[in-house]
């Protein structure tokens, strides 16, 4: 009984925070899509560990990088070798071989339950709406143009060059609120995974964490969000009610996400 207390305030949290958004700035891999369904990342980390092997540099890898699925860890690993080591064109050589594999990935990418209706309604309330992904922006907009969701976004922010930057590192999000003209006060950011959550709040920006299971919304909750849910479905199953039919819930506030907020507009017109 009390997890699903619990279940009802998160929801209720996140419906005030959209309510209250001028921006949504969504993580891509999870909250809108699942880029790499099991372990379908892993060919494309074991050609990125081969190509390191060729440059004669594969001693940079862990123990751990060698057989982690991420590719992303091998590209960190390499730029993080490459402070103190000459790795010449290595790095660029991974990034496109990072880039082809995860915009081969969008085209056959899971849609993740309720997110094209979550950014259609968020829409129609002419709220604001940008991707902060680690993955290439060409995915995200592969993917988005595939889904006829690309229109509904202002801005796709993603990778770029320097691994560094991706989350934890605010970076991304802080690029994307400067294309958006707004203010960090002015955001929600939805993510899945702790790295989101740090970038999320060293950007001051307002998170909502996105869980499809019991562990990963207890590891988002160990990362510090205050917010989870485990689904779109009771979010978007309450907006969709009218206000009059919803009991209990006295906070005006949250109707704004249901019916439109017209005192949220901001930033210039869609």
Known sequence: MAADVGEVEDVRGARRLLAGARCVLFDFDGPICQLFPGDRSRPVADELRAMTDAFGAGDVLTSEERVDKDPHAVLRAVHRAGRNRSLPGLLEALEELVVA???????????????????????????????????????????????????HFDVIQGRTADPSRMKPDPDVVLRALRDLKFASQDAVMIGDTGADVDAAERAGVAFIGYGRNAGRREHLRAAGATVVIGSYGPLLRQARQPWEARQGEADESEDTFAGGAAGHHGGGDR
């Open 101 to 151: 594999g995860e915009v081969e990935a969008a085209r056959t990418a899971w849609p993740t339950r309720g997110a094209d209706t979550l950014i259609d309604l968020l829409s129609k309330r002419r709220t604001r709406m940008a991707v902060v992904t680690n993955n290439s922006p060409l995915a995200a907009e592969a993917y988005l143009d595939d889904k006829c969701l690309r229109r």
